[in-house]
């Protein structure tokens, strides 16, 4: 590795619910530098699971995100000529991040309505333990499993 690693920002939180885990999703959803427009996203998606589900969007997107989240995910590893897919520990702060790519990526995938409908529906079948996102995240822990023998790589 070359250089000294970049340092880490410091980024404010939401301004209507004051979360940092909500202003790294508006700023993974943002495109082009329009935060507002990311923002309208979230808060519509959230109004629209408040009424639909009649639940507190934010126990919604707190459960999806706890059930999205992975604990384990494969690196690959070059050794001896060969490249091992290496299960490894997910910490903390790449839980989130992986969390937030997974269910961007499902509610894009969704076609047919608004963005933030389809980041609403995401949410609440993520937090019904189905969906896209959770599929992925079974996948990933499911390849970490097969690849247990090669863990004393890491």
């Not at 404010?12 to 507002?36: C, H, Q, S, W, Y």
């Amino acid at each position: 590795m070359r250089g000294k690693p970049a340092p880490k920002r410091k980024i404010n939180p939401d301004p209507k619910f004051n979360r940092l885990d909500l202003a790294k999703l508006v700023n993974k959803i943002m495109e082009r530098g329009k935060k507002t427009v990311a923002q309208k996203i979230i808060y519509d998606a959230f109004d629209y699971i408040s009424e639909k589900a009649k639940q507190d969007p934010l126990e919604v997107y707190d459960s999806a995100i706890r059930n999205i989240s992975p604990n384990l995910e494969v690196k690959g590893k070059r050794i001896g000529g060969a490249n091992y897919q290496v299960p490894i520990v997910v910490t903390g702060d790449r839980k989130l991040i992986l969390a937030h790519r997974w269910l961007l990526e499902a509610a894009k995938a969704r076609k047919g309505a608004a963005m933030s409908v389809r980041l609403a529906d995401e949410l609440m079948s993520a937090a019904k333990g189905e969906g896209n996102a959770m599929k992925k995240r079974e996948d990933v822990q499911r390849m970490a499993e097969a690849n247990k023998a090669f863990a004393h790589f890491a």
